[in-house]
């Protein structure tokens, strides 16, 4: 079983940066695929970054490349979403999920993410 805590999400004006944060528990963490997730109001829940057990391997939605950059540390059981160049359609709730690469198994709470324009 893995239990994942999102953090940093907040109101920031476009153009400018967060750093989400997603903590996991238990020690097979660094067994797991990680992604991150987003829901905006009225819309279904979309695949936005992923990145596998080592780190070497990292995936992103064409609408968020070049401006997020998904890392892990696995001594930390961290899982991280660096968004820069924000934009007014990135606002959402952002959800962190572990996965064996067939699908995904484990979900956070998600974090609110609101970008002003």
């Known amino acids: 079983q893995v239990q994942l805590v999102e953090s940093g999400g907040g109101l920031v004006q476009a153009g400018g940066s967060l750093r989400l944060s997603c903590a996991a528990s238990?020690?097979?963490?660094?067994?797991?695929?990680m992604g991150w997730f987003r829901q905006a109001p009225g819309k279904e829940r979309e695949f936005v970054a992923g990145?596998?057990?080592?780190?070497?391997?990292?995936y992103y939605v064409d609408s968020v490349k070049g401006r997020f950059t998904i890392s892990r540390d696995n001594a930390k059981n961290t899982v991280y979403l660096q968004m820069n160049s924000l934009k007014s359609e990135d606002t959402a709730v952002y959800y962190c999920?572990?996965?064996?690469?067939?699908?995904?198994?484990?979900w956070g709470q998600g974090t609110q993410v609101t970008v002003s324009s």
């Open positions: 999920a572990a996965g064996d690469g067939n699908r995904w198994h484990y």
């Open positions: 238990g020690r097979t963490f660094s067994s797991y695929a």
């Open positions: 990145i596998n057990w080592s780190g070497t391997s990292r």
